[in-house]
């Protein structure tokens, strides 16, 4: 099993700046891709990036330019820098990590991203 522990959401301003960061440990062996979703009250979740061990990164067109996908493997974790942020990103962040073949899905628990004048 893997366990993934979310940190850095908060409540910001139009056009501030966020840094999620996301910890796993466990069975890391066979984490493939690590990624961010996001779910806003009656929406459903939505992928945000992903990057996997090669490097390859995929992002929604909504994010492309103001959000960034990282990864450290040996710490094992992964980041995401949101910049000018909007109120239609406010939402819920997951963390979420996948083995090859999209086997083994894990989620973390959640950390609430507010932006609001």
């Known amino acids: 099993q893997v366990q993934l522990v979310e940190s850095g959401g908060g409540l910001v301003q139009p056009g501030e700046s966020l840094r999620l960061s996301c910890a796993a440990s466990?069975?890391?062996?066979?984490?493939?891709?690590m990624g961010w979703y996001r779910q806003a009250p009656g929406q459903q979740r939505e992928l945000v990036a992903d990057?996997?061990?090669?490097?390859?990164?995929n992002s929604a067109d909504s994010v492309k330019g103001r959000f960034t996908i990282s990864r450290d493997t040996a710490k094992n974790t992964v980041s995401l820098q949101m910049n000018s942020l909007k109120p239609e990103d406010t939402a819920v962040y997951y963390c979420n990590s996948r083995g090859i073949f999209a086997r083994a899905v894990y989620w973390g628990q959640g950390t609430q991203v507010t932006v609001s004048s």
């Open positions: 466990g069975s890391i062996f066979s984490i493939y891709t």
């Open positions: 990057i996997t061990n090669d490097g390859r990164t």
